[in-house]
């Protein structure tokens, strides 16, 4: 009988479905969460089974992105997942589990319910727009019988209602989710990007070169941003890649100023010399050691930097400049409402609600990273 | 000759004016040879280590003098022949090891960094070889402690990774600076033992430096005493342990305390304090402090003079002696 059952935990294991594999070796609460995973993904798939397949042929790059990202998805779960089984299978064996600084985090982080149930939101809200086409019940900018159509309440066939012209509400906010949480991402990454490489090469070579690059930052700053973006939007045709450029653009010199300071700290500790004294290039001391020590003030900003893109892209959308309709954005949606709002209340209601969750969430990771990454708190784990 | 220093002076260039932290040290050092430096705290003995391979950080500069590694001018060296120096040809082994080794990283990974950069070696090789080097420097479980992070070892096993990263290019010269200072008397001793072994075993010269003149006297062939950024003296261990020259290496000897000898004799320190380098007296900077000295030693500065084979000395009283 023991026999048997090892045997069920040993093919358990090695099945392709993720989550099984937790759930033998004990980890239930994880392998649930990999199954629910795997199945709504499979739940989408056969669904709109249609969709997906000539997602692939469809000229329009939106349609296309999505069908790959539902195989991007499937296969990325199934390999972490059999990832992660084969090193809780190595960890089993093993007495002592190495505490990376990293892995200490995250486990504070876990504690966080709080923060940990934004991630679940921002992951939900990030499939919901990465699959967007593919779960949206109606096209987004299809016009039916206006005079039919318009000004319908939230029911079972429009949970979100229509607008002026007679759209589903329901599938503008899920196309609206995919431009203002992709503007929010990609802007974040590349301000995060340039600010970094910037400020540690500033703080590393210190002395003029220091002095130049940081007195550019000053001159940067001293722009008020929003204006800068108002007149950068006037000047260019607002569209996503515009509006990302310009938003990580305009952003960078906060993080340089900040990321400066913790290398100017860092580059005076021994392990700097060290470096140094194995002859490794300045870029490779910069890249390979002093930033890896300084991310995790990053990070922290980095969640609330994707909040403020957001933000930022909305505000702009919402008075006209940013992203035009009939592209939705989640911006330019409560826009729209705004003039409806005593009449028909769900036009902004949604596309706002999505709004405010999402920038509620990223504040709340960050507020988890912090407290996960608080050196202090660190160091009383350890002690 | 594996290194010769002539004349080298390292300032620190300060609100208050220059500091001369390194004032005209020149020394040879062989093949194979095992060399020490001493002098109490702040004298520059660490700043001729880093003058060495040119890492003497900001304000810092070496402002004048030559250093020869293997025939090639260290400091008119171009950077990408400078940093095959600085590991590949001198490995520095650090008085810290908990501040020197990077706390994000594992031990593995800080040595398959040096193995991989200047001995070309890929990623396998290095694992194997990391293994391999942590074994050597008698690290148990080496698989293991090279997935370790700094603050998973204790004191003695992070130097010994650290000595592995020092000697993992293969270094012609090992500069040890201070490299027990932070552990307990049997972790030093194992060290020390550690040293004399990779030693014998690569055929490296090794420049120890030291404040403690009586553990630098185990490993040393040589000795080199330094005071407020002058070598002072220069002599074969033997020599300097029985006959000092210099009435600052005598002071020295005396404050080491004599176990196990019968006679309880208190301890004699020097008198004084180690002048401010700001604000060196003038002539012999160790005149304030010298039961010997005289209006002479007030006066200049003394030479370096021979006092007999491979022996020299800087004092007016002895030196000539």
Known sequence: ??????????????????????????????????????????????????????????????????????????????????????????????????????????????????????????????????????????????????????????????????????????????????????????????????????????????????????????????????????????????????????????????????????????????????????????????????????????????????????????????????????????????????DNLLHAWWIAFFPGSLLAITLISFSLLADGLRDAFDPKALMQKFV | MLLSVRDLRSSFFLDEGELQAVDGVSFELDKGETVGLVGESGCGKTIVALSILDLIPPPGRVVAGEIQFEGQDVLRMPPPELRRLRGAGIGLVFQEPAAALNPVYTIGRQLSEVLRLHRGLDRQQARRETVRLLGEMGIPEPEKRASSHPFELSGGMKQRALIAIAVAGRPKLLIADEPTTALDLTVQAEILELLAHLQEQHQMAILMISHDLDMVAEMADRVLVMYTGRIVEEAPTADLMTAPKHPYTEGLLAAIPQLGTGTEAPLVGIPGAVPNLLDLPGGCSFHPRCRLADAECEREIPGMSSVGSRWRCACFKTGAA
């Open chain 1, 1 to 338: 009988m023991a026999n048997a059952r090892s045997d069920t935990r040993n093919i358990l294991r090695r099945a392709w479905l993720p989550g099984l594999g937790h759930w033998a070796l004990g980890h239930r609460g994880r392998g649930i969460r990999l199954l629910l995973f795997t199945v709504t993904i499979l739940a989408v798939l056969l669904w709109r089974w249609d969709l997906f397949v000539t997602g692939f042929l469809a000229p329009f790059w939106d349609r296309r992105l999505a069908s790959l990202s539902l195989v991007a998805l499937l296969a990325s779960a199934v390999a972490l997942s059999r990832w992660d089984v084969k090193r809780l299978l190595s960890e089993e064996g093993e007495a002592q589990i190495h505490r990376s600084p990293m892995r200490v985090a995250l486990r504070r982080f876990k504690e966080n319910r709080l923060a940990v149930w934004a991630v679940y939101i921002i992951v939900a809200l990030y499939l919901v727009a990465a699959l967007a086409p593919l779960l949206a019940p109606f096209d987004p900018a299809a016009i039916p019988d206006v005079q039919s159509n318009r000004y319908l309440a939230p029911s079972w066939t429009h949970p979100c209602g229509t607008d002026e012209f007679g759209r589903d509400l329901f599938s503008r906010a899920l196309y609206g989710a995919r431009v203002s949480l992709s503007i929010g991402l990609l802007a974040m990454i590349i301000a995060k990007t340039i600010g970094t490489t910037y400020g540690a090469t500033a703080a590393y070579f210190g002395g003029a070169v220091d002095n130049v690059l940081m007195r550019i930052v000053d001159i940067w700053i001293a722009f008020p941003t929003f204006y800068l973006m108002l007149m950068l939007v006037g000047i260019f045709e607002a569209n996503i890649t515009v509006l990302v450029l310009i938003l990580g653009l305009t952003s960078w010199p906060g993080t340089a100023r900040f990321i400066r300071g913790e290398i100017l700290s860092l580059k005076e500790q021994e392990f700097t010399e060290a470096a140094r004294a194995i002859g490794l290039p300045a870029h490779l001391i910069i890249f390979r050691h002093l930033i890896p020590s300084a991310l995790s003030p990053v990070l922290v900003t980095a969640a609330l930097s994707v909040a403020g893109m957001i933000g930022a892209e909305a505000g702009l959308s919402f008075l006209g400049l940013g992203i035009r309709p009939p592209t939705p954005s989640w911006g330019n949606m409560v826009a729209a409402g705004q």
